[in-house]
């Protein structure tokens, strides 16, 4: 690993960290465990990314900025690795965020539906994209309110990691990344079908339910999707899922 | 908590215990019945039993103990009521458990499946409603299925009892097979090490150990709880173990463990279910649709209940008075033949005769009611309409501070009350769950309420019906809105509900159904007819009543405005609503009450003190204190109520 990733692994610490209130240097080299530590510790100092004091350590402004966008670049990819191509994300994103640049991200982040939380449940800071709620044409992923009736999506991911309770409620019933939902009512409550069962559910919930767009995407009856559409387009997320 | 229905079954022979397990609404209790012969209520809704019920009985010659339970969506729990299942699974340890798999939910069905597999007990698998599924254009390959899961299957319609005898055998010869789940490397590490802290004699270790990784609420309870070889465990070394697994693995440990679970599922999925390209068209989506929309909901909403009230007031009404014609007046006439007029013709027929008020009253008046509103209401349950109207409701409900979750209870309470406030033990909120409770026991009437109700408002025209019940839904909102101001603010609970499938209900399943509740109302209720007839007459006799009458006729006649006759109804009331809504039946047909009072008196006794079964329901769930609090506080409120609604009305027809 190059110096300038090991200096970007240290921001990102630090941003994780910084949003876990912790600022003591002790942690930092404990959680690195790197031979170099003092070494990057005062290259970050040089570039004006930290600012020490005594035993603690944090960003400063222009680190901040700087891990900020790594930290986006990561979870992002952790999204797009896990959710969408079905991967193991610690493995690929630890590389992946050293490698893109800002417009790449914002386009990955657009294809997701600006996510607003990593699979660890971890706030992805906003880009651009998300401030000015991008939308394109091409926008493939879509939260499950913008869903029209008949329309038939899988679910790529669900927001709201954090909530335990909520979550397991919910992956109980199969609404899970990978499944199939049929929009069957929006109003008075939304009611979708799900791998066979009809569920209700609120307009908050199914706002936090992001569903992937299909491309012939309204049937005439039934739910299920056949064999042949689901190999056809979505093989690719089912990768490492067989045997 | 247990049921036991007893049959006979030889003492030598340990019994095999059997525990029915599977999704809610998938059949549970149907297949339960047939392997018992038994009667349990089912119906096309979820959370229909809600507790464990057991019975004995006799497999080709060999004891059983089966077991039912309520249905689960998985083994990890979050609320008590789940929790329960699997307490039985764990500690009980059955020697057979018969997976009741809903053949339309079939991944669903699966992850509980998978579940049940690495608890390591024999397991059957009845694959129920599988007509059904064959309908939608779904086949499933059972052979296949065997072969994946290494357990027996069984195609079986639970309905119509197929399957059973192919079940019975099964169960005979019903194995374990040895069965691990793999979780990868990291995973499997943390679990033998948490296995080897876990106490020697604890049942099912491994499981324990996966569900304390998936940081169960109700696991270290079951732990610690039960004496298991307690003394050199530690829970809070096992916790630190479990916390460190759960830091070495990186990232999101349940997220990874429910991750293989559901690719197990999916790749059984794909390998069993071949699906027809063409789904047929199916009627019963489009009627549920056409329920859960405001538009033609609310309209479908009042034609049942206009056609309800049409099937009480014309066909029960001309029952019961062929009843009375050709029934009782012969008896009454008989007995005025042998019995002179006096203390002993009193007794059997006179006003509070055990015959006329408890035994007539019960068989003449309320049992032709009843009998035409349970075929219609079981009609409706089993084609699963009234879960439905949640969603109907939802957005309603949401105002007067339910949030979601609470839906379901609340619509359960116009079945059975006591039901229902059972059910709120899944609310997460306990401001959600004291607001449903109270809903629950005030304004909302049961099944059987409801069709007296309809019944006696009947006989005064449309008009009285479509005020009253307007009262009590206004009252009922009101009743609402307060607490929902009152009570302090809390997070709320989620809406997140499964609908059970509109299905077209068999005749002869409503028959059983409705003939079962009947025989149940007459067996619970004809003695407290009876008894409450005698305590009548003896407070009659000795003058007590007439000295309550006295005592209670400023609030009766003066602010209630009803004839002073209407304090024994209200004494019956207290013993079983249907008894008072028998003699309110009997003071219209004696000209005692006019509109403005039958509409005071059905609003009153709706909201008077809930049954008692139901107060014990709230003893249950609130403690004893706050229970009695709640239903005095009803009870004056629906005196007031009942009072204010008496002067509006004076004033205003």
Redesign the interface.
Known sequence: MNIKSEKEEYLEKLWTMMEDKEDSLQILSANMNRNDHEKIIQELQMDDLVQTEGNSIKLSSTGEKKARKIIRAHRLAEKLIFDALGGDYEKGACEFEHMVNTELIDSICILLGHPQECPHGRKIPQGDCCKNAVKTVECAVMPMTDMEIDQSFRVAYINGQKDNVRLNKISTLQIRPGSLVKMEQKYPSIVIQCEGADIALDDNIAADIYVWKEANNIRESGGEQSKHDKKSRFEFMRINRGR | MEQKSQQAHKPDIPPIKVGIVGLPNSGKTQLFNNLTGTYNVVANALLTTIEHKVANCEINGHPCEITDTPGI??L?T?SFEEASTRDYLFSKKPDVIIMCM?S?????SL?LTLDLLELGIPIIIALNAIDETCR???VLDTRKMFRFLRVPVFECIALSGLGTDELKDAILQARGVKWEFQYGPLIEKGLAQIVQMLPTDLPLKRKVAILLLL?DPYISEFITKKKYDSDNIDIHQIQDCVTSTQQNF???L??VI?NRR??WV??VYDEIV????I????YE?TI??WC???LSGIPILFFIVYLVYLAVVNVANVIAEWMDVHLWVPIQSVINGWVPAGFFNDFLIGDYGILSLGLANAFITVLPILSVFFLIYNTLEDIGYIPNL???T???LDKIGL??ESVMPLVLGFGCKTMATLTTKSL?SKRERYIAIYLIAFAIPCAAQMGLNISILGRMGLLALVIAFSVLIGVEILAGLLLNLILPQEDKG????????IRFPTVKAVLVKTWYRLIWFLEEALPVFIYASVILFVLDKTGLLMASRLFLSPVIEGFLGLPIEMVDALILCMARHEAGAGLIIKFINEGLLNMTQCIVAVTLTTMFIPCFANIMAMVKELGTYRAIAMSLMINASSFLIAGTLNWSLILLL
């Open positions: 969506y998985e990890y979050q809903d339309n939910r079939i991944k669903q992850n939608r254009g779904i940081n990186q990232g999101n349940s997220r429910n559901s690719q999916d790749d071949l699906q027809h390209k789904t047929p068209h199916e989506k549920a649709r859960r929309k405001p949640c969603v109907l939802r957005r309603f949030s979601g997460q989620i809406f997140l509900q499964e609908l059970p499938p």
